[in-house]
């Protein structure tokens, strides 16, 4: 999720998209880079992108820290101002909080309620909230936007779902939004696949890339346990572990005893998981990868699903979709099972989702052709 840019363009109703941070939005190809100042506020930049931009009527702001925004959301958005009329349109979450009036330090002053009344204190989940602005988006025809304005003229807003408004202010928010993601996110128009193979880097992933050499030039390395029993797990759910190096480490691994596919010695890391890939015969959406150095960031953008320790250089942490807490050698592995396991749930919920609406259509359908047959026979009688 982290420095990755992902648009779906939905049912073909923008036209054009607009980013102001060159190095994330350049991975996509319909993403029109802003050429304006990082300093500038945000109706300078949109201004700047209608005078790019012509034939634009109506801007769309949307906030990049709003990672479960789904294309239909957008599209309602949408369909607010073109269809009934409304001239700007922002998102709203609904909030079940009590508010009192603040008490500065030194003031004699007692708080005051302002949306309660204490003497007929109700249970918050039995009371509707209220409507917050969460700054998700903001959508504007062109005329409010070229006088400097995201919100005017004839207004809506537009309720966002709870579990869809997450808000990121600061680094330990990031973990929460992961989470949130993988439960509520969108992930595109093709279904989700179940993680079928991870091939992980045994150097700085599997251990912490120290190696230890014996008087007598005997090599040794340490592993967490914790990343032992992630394997296992992972084994135990039908998804296999593969392990992969650069160095010729083929008696550490038969001293480890993992019971794992290897290639010890691979001089292109990426043409192994490619050859691994074919013979299993699977789709690279069913191929996860853990790995932390300059050798494995084409690894990394191949898989469906990637990942790295905490620990891992820059390069191998701008191409991946996951960054561990842990580094390597120290419960990076084990991490990284419980990363893939949650989408694994997403998956199942989704296909139990859609067999759901499967049912429920063919329900409808065989109720509305059951009312035909009984209108039809009312009719010979």
Known sequence: ?????????GENIFAVAWSSLPREAGECPSVEILKTCPDGILCDLLQV?????????????????????????LIKVADLIQKEGFDSVFSVVRRHQFRWSEVKKGENKMTEPQNLNPAKRYRRQDWPGELYENGSFYFAKRHLIEKGYLQGGKMAYYEMRAEHSVDIDIDIDWPIAEQRVL???????????????????????LTNGRIYVTEDHKEMVSYDYRDIVG????????????????????????????GCVAKAGATNKLQVLKDWQEDMGLSWKEVAYLGNEESDVECLKQAGMSGVPADACAAAQKAAGYICKSRGGCGAVREFTEHIFLLLEKVNSARKQMEEMSSAEKEMGGSENS??????????E
């Not at 999720?1 to 363009?9: A, S, T, V, Y």
């Not at 209608?50 to 294309?71: F, K, R, W, Y």
């Open 231 to 258: 394997i296992d797990l992972l084994k135990k759910r039908g998804i296999q572990v593969r392990l992969i190096s650069e160095r010729d480490c083929s008696k550490t691994l038969s001293a480890m005893q993992l």
């Open 371 to 380: 009312r035909r047959g009984n209108k039809e026979l009312m009719k010979k």
């Open 49 to 73: 992108a209608l005078l790019q931009q012509g034939e634009v009527d109506i801007v769309g702001n949307i906030q990049a820290t709003s990672p479960c925004l789904h294309p239909s959301d």
């Open 1 to 9: 999720m982290r420095g990755k840019c992902h648009l779906d363009m």
């Open 183 to 205: 439960s509520f996110g969108y992930f595109g128009k093709e279904p989700l696949k179940e993680v079928k193979l991870l091939v992980c880097s045994i150097e700085g992933c």
